[in-house]
């Protein structure tokens, strides 16, 4: 016998369901859930369906029932909102000294949740990265994942492109999240073509000329005399090469560092030794052997002289 009334109970609320002689159907129309099955128990909504006859017997059935009908009952709902990827570090265009750095992604999604089994890292066109790969670890937080990746092999100097992504439970993809990182483990090449080491002169002011270069672009020189005086400011020309005027301090032996620091902050220094020698050779004495002497018979002059280096280093 038809019952007297029908209803649904889905995600807790109930809908009354109308009968049509045509089809001879209860229907009713109801609105999914707001939010993804893929959360509830079994993945799937329960729909509870009971029917009421005119004698007041009850009879329900849910997912729970067994067989066909239990199966039919069981509502998936899936959701559409992309989850998201978001590479925390290295920091877009960063420019890192160290070739093996740890990537760190933020994996959320706040519905169905993160399918983690489709987490794909990219370096460059190497073989993508999975969340099970050897260097991968991957944390469960509230609304998703944190994945750390440590580089397996030693990424070469230059530009590298990261590239991540990942899709939710219900199949939505984030859109691929893309990051540009530079590695430079190579200090810069630094050339001091003038004067050359342990050069000797009487001129204080010494004219230093030279060139610097880096693969991560043009590095930065500093000149240091004698290992305290700072000498401002050394500006290098398109081609990476500069001059530079040094007055040197001491009489005697002087130190000028130069250094070169490229921007991930690897340096070069070139030491040089001056010797300032201001002084004219001092003689010590002149001896005339012998003297007098008879003429047109040979004599012979002996001349000495003071230390000038000696002299020099003891002012
Ligand atoms: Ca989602
Ligand atoms: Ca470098």
Known sequence: ????????????????????????????????????????EGHYYDVTARATDEAGNVKEVNSSTEGAIGEALRLEVNEHVKPTATITAPGENALLTDNTPEITVQLRDDDSGINIDTFLLEIDSNPAIRSDSPGVSTESVSGGYDVVYTPQEALGDGAHTIKVNVSDNDGNAADTVTRSIKIDTTPPSLDITSPPDNFVTNQKTITFEGSASDASGTPTVTMILNEKT?????????????????????????YVDTT????????????????????????????????????????????????????????
């Open 230 to 254: 700072d000498q401002g400011e050394v500006t290098l020309n398109e081609e990476g090469k500069f001059t530079k005027q040094v007055t040197l301090e001491n009489e005697g032996v002087n």
């Open 260 to 315: 070169a620091t490229d921007k991930a902050g690897k340096t070069t220094t070139i030491r040089r030794t001056i010797i300032l020698n201001t002084h004219a050779p001092e003689f010590k004495t002149v001896t005339l052997t012998p003297n007098p002497v008879d003429a047109g018979a040979t004599c012979q002059i002996d001349i000495t002289f003071e230390d000038a280096n000696e002299e020099a280093m003891n002012g």
């Open 1 to 40: 016998m038809e019952p007297k009334t029908v209803k649904a109970i889905i995600d807790g609320q109930e809908y009354t369901l109308t009968y049509n002689g045509e089809t001879k159907k209860w229907t009713a129309l109801f609105t999914a859930p707001s939010r993804s099955s893929y959360n509830e």
